[in-house]
């Protein structure tokens, strides 16, 4: 049994900012330019309340410039993405910390990770999809606690690839930037956002910037494979959540294994 981890909206991402390593997929624009009907929850409503910051001023590759910088210089945020192929809810940092949920339509999990310890959840459709023909034994195993392993763990220590800001960051660069179009200005779940609409080869994007506060993306939404995607970004420096399941509420993965059920 292993865990593929995967971020099917990456290329969103990579189209908006004009790469990111190991994107593949394609993504467009779903032609709508309003805030209020692009994909999921993704703004602080807080940040409604800044004072404005005149990038809907800018050109449009200065906006884009600018978003990327704060994205770049974030210590933490969270991830909020909702595709056909996954969904994931994850607060991550630059130390590769994470809380939250990921998954896809053939199960969810929770993921905690906190230096190189490693904890997932996963829920009855995962052990029933991803389990294999010992599934149903390891859930009976499990139940309702976490798998305590570590980023060394070549099974469920894969999910920790996920959590590493810095990785998710570090290859964004500026080489779509003159390709962008700047669209309306709007609001996106409280937020007055600017729009700015890419294209790479066939493949297009929205990215939405706040025009309040610091010119934070609020989010990014087209298509994966032809289907509606979009990309959150939430809670901008608000630091990940440091509990860790306490020593009752966790399984050693190499109990789990020697149990014969992974």
């Known amino acids: 049994m292993s865990i593929k981890h995967t971020l099917a909206a990456t290329a969103v991402v990579c189209l908006a900012f ?3 390593a190991g994107c593949g997929n394609s993504s467009g624009d779903s032609g709508k330019d309003d805030g209020k009907k ?8 807080g940040r409604a309340q800044g004072k404005p910051n005149g990038v809907e001023k800018l050109s449009a ?3 884009s410039e600018k978003a990327r910088a704060e994205l770049k210089n974030a210590s ?4 909020v993405m909702d595709t056909a192929a996954a969904k994931t809810d994850l607060a991550i940092d630059r130390d590769g910390n994470c809380s939250g949920t990921a998954g896809s339509a053939k199960g969810q999990m929770e993921i905690i990770k906190r ?3 490693v904890y997932v959840k996963p829920d009855s459709q995962f052990w029933a ?6 599934g149903a034994a390891a859930k009976e195993v499990v139940g309702d606690r976490y798998i305590k392993t570590s980023v060394n763990d070549p099974q469920f220590g894969q999910a920790a690839g996920m959590c590493d800001l810095d990785a998710f960051t570090k ?4 080489d779509n930037d003159d390709k962008m179009a700047k669209g309306g200005t709007s609001t996106v779940d409280g937020v007055p956002v600017v729009a700015l609409k890419g294209t790479k080869g066939s493949d297009k994007s929205t990215l939405y910037v706040a025009t309040v506060g610091k010119p934070y993306v609020i989010k990014i939404v087209g298509t994966d494979d032809g289907r509606p995607a979009s990309m959150g970004f939430k809670d901008y420096d608000k630091p990940v959540p440091s509990r860790t399941p306490g020593a ?15």
């Open 171 to 174: 290859d964004m660069d500026g």
């Open 248 to 262: 009752g509420e966790v399984l050693d993965a190499a109990k789990l294994k020697e149990l014969g059920t992974s």
């Open 129 to 134: 999809t991803q389990g294999g023909s010992k």
């Open 115 to 117: 230096g190189e310890d």
């Open 76 to 79: 933490s945020l969270r991830l």
């Open 18 to 20: 004009g790469g990111v």
């Open 38 to 45: 692009a994909g999921s929850p993704s703004g602080d409503q």
């Open 61 to 63: 590759q200065q906006i």
